[in-house]
C-alpha cells in the first residue's frame, strides 16, 4: 500500500468513521434514543428526534462567561481535553471487524485512560471555576472516581486474561473465536455495565451532579459552547463505553465477523449498532428505575461489593482455562 | 445560518425557576408543568439548576426587597441571549401585594421583563403557552433584525423594522377564533 493511500484511509478513519463526523451523529442519537426511552418509562412522550442536536446549535449560539474568580486558561481547555479523549479511544475500539482502525499490543490500557480523561477534565474545569457548589461537585467526582475505576480496570482485565493479550483487537478475536466465554464473562460484563453508569454520572450514581443538592456540580460555572463540547462529551463517552463493552464482553461484531467482503463489513456495522443499543438500553432502564445513591454508599457498594465480585471473576477466568487446557482434569 | 440558531433557539429553552417572595402558590403550579403530565420535554423544554445554563428565567412573587438584588444578580449571571417571564399575578403587577411595605411591585421593577403570564396562582397551560408564544415572539423579532442587517435602507428610511417583516400566516389560528362570536357579551335577557 503506497503512502498515499495510508494517510487517505487513516484521515478517512480520523475524521469519518469510525472518527469524528460518526461519533457526532451517533452521539447525538445516542442522546436522543436515551432520553426518549427515559420518557416512555416514565409514561411521557418524550423529546423530538432533533432534541439533541437543537440543544448543541443552540448553546454554540450563547454566550460563553469565563467567571472573574475562574483561572481562565485552564477553564477554557478543560472541554477540549476530555472531548479529544474520548474521540481518541474509538480509534482502539473495533468497529466492523475484529480489527480496530488503529491497533497495537497494549491498546486495552490506553483506551481505559482515555476514557477517564473526561472525568479528569471535568474536575479539572470544576475546580477552577472557582465556585463553591463546581468544588464540592468536582471532590465528589473524583472520589467517585476512585469508587469505579478500580472495578471497571478489573472487569475489563477479565476478557485480557482469558485471551491472554492486551490488545482491544486480540480479545475480540478470542471471544469470537470462543463464544462460550460470553457467559463466563458475565459477571463482569455487569460490574462494567454499573461502572460504566458511574463513569457517566449518571443515575443512581449521579452524585456529582445531584441537581437538588449541588446545581449540576463542576459544570455550574460552563455556559454557551464549552458548556456544549461537555454535553457533547458525555454522549460521545457513552458510545465509546458502550462500544468498549460490547468489544470486550459481547463478542464484537460476532456472528457477522466471519463474512468476507462488503457484506461482511455492513453486517459487522449492523451488529455494533444492535449490540451498542443494547448496552445503552440497559444502562437507560437503570437509570429509570433507581434512585440516587449517596457518595459513601456508592464507594462502599464498588469496594465492598464489586472489587471482590471482579477478583472471583478473574479467578474463575483462569480456572476455565487452565481446564480447557486440560491442566485441571 | 442565522436561521438555524432562531430553529434551535425556538426548539431548545431551558427554563430556571426563582422565587421571588411568591407565596409559594405559583411556584407549585411552575413544578407541576415540569411533571410528566405535562411533559414539557416534547417543546425542549428543561428546567435547569444553575442561571449559567438557562435561556428563559421564570420569576414568581412580587419581589421581596430582600430578592431584589439577588433576582438582579441571577439576570447577570445569565448568558446572552435571555428572556425573562413573570408568572403570576404577583409577578406581572405586585397582585395581593401590592403597595406592601417590604415589597416592589412585581418583576419588571427589577429587570426587564418580556412576558407576563397572570393568574393567581398561573396554570400550567398557561406557563406553557406563555413560553411557546415568547418564543415565537422573539423569533420574529430576529428575523427582523437580520432582514435590517441585510437591508439597511429600510431602517434609514423610516419604515420600523416590524413592519417591514412579511407577516406570516398564523397557522395556529383557525377562522372561527376571528370571527365575532354571536351573542357572547349580550347580557342574558332577564325576565320579569
Ligand atoms: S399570584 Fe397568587 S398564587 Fe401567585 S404568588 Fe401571587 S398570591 Fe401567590
Not at chain 1, 426511552?37 to 409514561?43: E, G, H, K, S, W
Request: hydrophobic share 50%; glycine share 8%.
Amino acid at each position: 500500500m503506497s503512502l498515499e493511500l495510508d494517510l487517505a484511509t487513516g484521515l478517512l478513519y480520523l475524521l469519518v468513521f469510525p472518527g469524528f463526523a460518526f461519533l457526532f451523529v451517533y452521539g447525538l442519537t445516542a442522546e436522543y434514543l436515551d432520553r426518549k426511552l427515559y420518557a416512555r418509562l416514565q409514561n411521557r412522550v418524550g423529546p423530538p428526534v432533533v432534541q439533541p442536536l437543537a440543544d448543541f446549535l443552540k448553546l454554540l449560539a450563547k454566550e460563553s462567561a469565563v467567571p472573574e474568580d475562574a483561572t481562565a486558561r485552564i477553564y477554557n481547555a478543560a472541554p477540549w481535553t476530555g472531548l479529544a479523549g474520548v474521540f481518541t479511544a474509538m480509534l482502539y475500539v473495533p468497529v466492523w471487524s475484529e480489527q480496530a482502525a488503529f491497533a497495537f499490543e497494549g491498546d486495552l490500557v490506553v483506551v481505559l485512560f482515555l476514557l477517564s480523561l473526561p472525568s479528569f477534565s471535568l474536575f479539572f474545569g470544576g475546580w477552577y471555576s472557582g465556585n463553591v457548589f463546581s468544588r464540592i461537585g468536582t471532590t465528589r467526582t473524583i472520589t467517585q472516581l476512585f469508587g469505579y475505576e478500580i472495578p471497571f480496570f478489573l472487569a475489563c482485565f477479565a476478557p485480557a486474561v482469558a485471551a491472554g493479550t492486551l490488545s482491544t483487537s486480540g480479545i475480540v478475536a478470542f471471544v469470537e473465536a470462543n463464544p462460550l466465554y460470553v457467559f463466563v464473562l458475565l459477571p463482569a460484563f455487569a460490574i462494567a455495565l454499573l461502572s460504566l453508569q458511574a463513569k457517566l454520572e449518571r443515575i443512581p450514581f449521579d452524585i456529582p451532579e445531584a441537581e437538588t443538592e449541588l446545581a449540576t456540580g463542576a459544570l455550574v460555572e460552563y455556559s454557551g459552547r464549552k458548556l456544549a463540547l461537555f454535553r457533547l462529551t458525555k454522549d460521545v463517552e457513552l458510545v465509546v463505553g458502550a462500544a468498549l463493552l460490547s468489544a470486550l464482553f459481547l463478542g464484537g461484531p460476532a456472528p457477522a465477523g466471519a463474512i468476507e467482503g462488503s457484506v461482511g463489513l455492513v453486517a459487522g456495522v449492523v451488529v455494533f449498532f444492535v449490540k451498542t443499543l443494547t448496552v445503552i438500553a440497559l444502562l437507560t432502564v437503570l437509570k429509570a428505575v433507581v434512585a440516587r445513591l449517596r457518595i459513601e454508599q456508592m464507594v462502599d457498594v464498588f469496594y465492598r461489593v464489586l472489587v471482590p465480585v471482579a477478583l472471583v471473576q478473574i479467578a474463575l477466568v483462569l480456572a476455565v482455562g487452565l481446564y480447557t487446557n486440560g491442566v485441571i482434569p | 445560518m442565522g436561521r438555524i440558531i432562531d430553529w434551535a433557539r425556538n426548539r431548545s429553552p431551558w427554563i430556571l425557576h426563582l422565587n421571588c417572595g411568591s407565596c409559594n402558590g405559583c411556584d407549585i403550579e411552575t413544578i407541576d408543568a415540569l411533571m410528566p403530565r405535562y411533559d414539557i420535554e416534547r417543546f425542549g423544554i428543561q428546567q435547569k439548576d444553575t442561571p449559567r445554563h438557562a435561556d428563559i428565567l421564570v420569576a414568581t412573587g412580587p419581589v421581596t426587597e430582600q430578592m431584589a438584588p439577588r433576582l438582579k444578580r441571577v439576570y447577570e449571571q445569565m448568558p446572552e441571549p435571555k428572556l425573562v417571564i413573570a408568572a403570576g399575578s404577583c409577578a406581572s403587577t405586585g397582585g395581593v401585594f401590592y403597595d406592601c411595605y417590604n415589597c416592589r411591585e412585581g418583576i419588571d421593577d427589577v429587570i426587564p421583563v418580556d412576558m407576563y403570564i397572570p393568574g393567581c396562582p398561573t396554570s400550567p397551560e398557561a406557563l406553557i403557552d406563555g413560553i411557546v408564544k415568547l418564543l415565537a415572539e422573539s423569533g420574529k423579532e430576529a428575523q427582523a433584525e437580520r432582514l435590517a442587517e441585510k437591508k439597511p435602507e429600510i431602517v434609514e428610511e423610516g419604515t420600523p423594522i416590524d413592519e417591514a417583516v412579511p407577516k406570516e400566516p398564523d397557522a395556529d389560528r383557525t377562522e372561527t377564533d376571528d370571527a365575532p362570536q354571536e351573542g357572547a357579551d349580550e347580557p342574558e335577557p332577564v325576565e320579569v
